[in-house]
């Protein structure tokens, strides 16, 4: 199977991830991109993408680049966010990368951009240190 149709069918058993609209685009070992639309629920009070769903989005676009040299059995052990502007647009486009494979950890790095009528711009970054689990 390839990285592609493996994280595509990760992904629709994520209740989480369905309700957000989040739709795996591109994977391929050690890199994966993943968007969301906008929509209203996923907003917070100004009207920008609530910062939740930035980490939400780091947080899956990381684990699935990681899945993709390690396998699906992950946890995040850690992961950080910098929200560099307000993230608002019509669609949210993450790109992760595998930073440093491990047998036992994995480290990865993704940036986060907004998509409008001007083209995309860099929102939030983050990294994440994911733990490959044993026996799962």
Do not use: C, N
């Given at each position: 199977m390839s990285p592609l149709d493996m994280l595509k069918k990760i992904n629709a058993?994520?209740?989480f991830n369905r309700w957000c609209g989040i739709e795996v685009t591109v994977a391929e070992p050690g890199f994966v991109e993943i968007q969301m639309p906008w929509r209203?629920?996923?907003?917070?009070?100004?009207?920008?993408?609530?910062?939740?769903?930035?980490g939400t989005l780091i947080d899956t676009a990381c684990g699935f680049a990681a899945g993709t040299v390690a396998g699906p059995n992950?946890?995040?052990?850690n992961f950080s966010v910098n929200c560099l502007r307000p993230a608002v647009g019509q669609k949210f486009i993450a790109r992760?990368?595998?930073?440093?494979?491990?047998?036992a950890q994995v480290?990865?790095?993704c940036?986060?951009?907004?998509?409008?009528?001007?083209?995309?711009?860099l929102v939030a970054n983050g990294q994440t240190l994911l733990t490959v689990v044993q026996g799962a």
């Open positions: 058993m994520a209740e209203a629920e996923v907003g917070q009070y100004s009207g920008y993408l609530h910062a939740g769903l930035i992950l946890l995040a052990a992760a990368r595998v930073v440093k494979p491990g047998k480290f990865t790095s940036d986060l951009f907004t998509v409008d009528s001007e083209g995309e711009k």
